[in-house]
């Protein structure tokens, strides 16, 4: 998270009287009582919170009660329960407008919970014990102390089976390959259609990471490096093919005869080095562009996914990868 939205973050939580996490900026405490947290669950509209109440009574939230906090408080555009949770949509906008949202959103919601005889619990037992909130391998929630043990050994048992599993290489390597192969297929198709587009770094880096990923068991730094390799030779090669496309179009050759032809219509000057060389560097930068992020959020996934931990407190991690 960057430090201007953290900032922000920070901003929301003083304004309810709450803690925002130094390095995911989600929201958490208590509020009368009840756990809660709030968080954007769209990284991309980070202005846009949810709000979370960990809460139990026996009769299930009805259609009326939500109808009637929606009419009463605009801040909030969705309610809904998920078993002893209290899930509240906040409207966006601006920060000042977020953080009003925030404010009067949370406070309907926990004025809800208490007038109709929600009782604080913790979501996954039920009990009415203290919860507070943790990251689940990038999922937030609310546990108490025991489901918050519970969690961390099944993190722990999943990171000891992931670390015995074996990185198959080989199977890795044909997997990026194949992966790739849909990228090189989008940067010839958009490049018909007269485009040069991120679209087709996306497709490239999506597709030879998942590639990878699959038939390799799991993602590592070799794995990344290997699918970068990959991302590079298809991409130039796809580049290749679609000049030979045009050559064997214009000249009336085959498609082999045009794409071994390339080398020598460059040395005698019938292909303009310049434009040849200023399309594939666009190429590149269009595939770096796509297939960076995808790399990363490849390996991040891979640390985080059996992380569990107390936000507030990154000591307290069960497991982290």
Not at 204 to 224: D, I, N, P, Q, R
Request: glycine share 10%; net charge positive; proline share 2%.
């Amino acid at each position: 998270m960057n430090k201007k939205q953290l900032r922000e973050y920070e901003q929301i939580a003083q304004r309810l009287g709450l803690a925002a996490d130094p390095e995911t900026g989600v929201i958490h405490g208590a509020k009368d009582g009840y756990a809660v947290l709030l968080y954007a669950p769209n990284a991309k509209a980070p202005r846009v919170l949810q709000i979370l109440l960990a809460a139990k009574r026996e009769q299930p939230l009805s259609a009326d009660e939500k109808k009637t906090l929606r009419a009463n408080c605009k801040a909030v555009t969705a309610l809904n329960q998920r078993g002893n949770l209290l899930a509240a949509s906040l409207r966006g906008g601006s920060l000042d407008k977020t953080i009003a949202a925030a404010a009067e959103g949370l406070d309907a919601v926990v004025d809800l919970a208490r007038r109709s005889g929600f009782a604080a619990c913790c979501p996954r037992c039920g009990r009415e014990e203290p919860a507070a909130a943790c990251d689940l391998g990038g999922n937030y929630t609310l546990l108490c102390d025991d489901c918050f043990a519970a969690a961390g050994q099944a993190a722990e048992t999943k990171l000891q089976e992931k670390n015995a599993r074996r990185e198959n290489v080989v199977g890795g390597i044909v997997g990026a390959l194949l992966g790739s192969l849909v990228g090189g297929i989008s940067i010839i198709v958009l490049s018909r259609l007269g485009y040069v587009a991120v679209l087709s770094g996306i497709l490239m880096g999506v597709c030879t990471t998942k590639g990878y990923e699959l038939l390799a068991g799991k993602m590592s730094k070799k794995g990344a490096a290997i699918s970068l390799v990959v991302m590079l030779l298809m991409t130039w090669f796809a580049d290749r093919l679609d000049w030979a496309i045009v050559i064997a179009s214009e000249l009336g050759v085959g498609l082999f005869e045009s794409y071994q032809a390339i080398g020598q219509l460059l040395a005698l000057g019938a292909i303009d080095s310049g434009t040849y060389y200023g399309n594939l560097a666009m190429v590149y930068v269009f595939m770096l562009v796509g297939a960076i992020p995808m790399l990363w959020s490849a390996l991040r996934s891979s640390k985080v996914a059996a992380r569990v931990c107390r936000l507030g407190d990154s000591n307290s991690s069960a497991a982290q990868l």
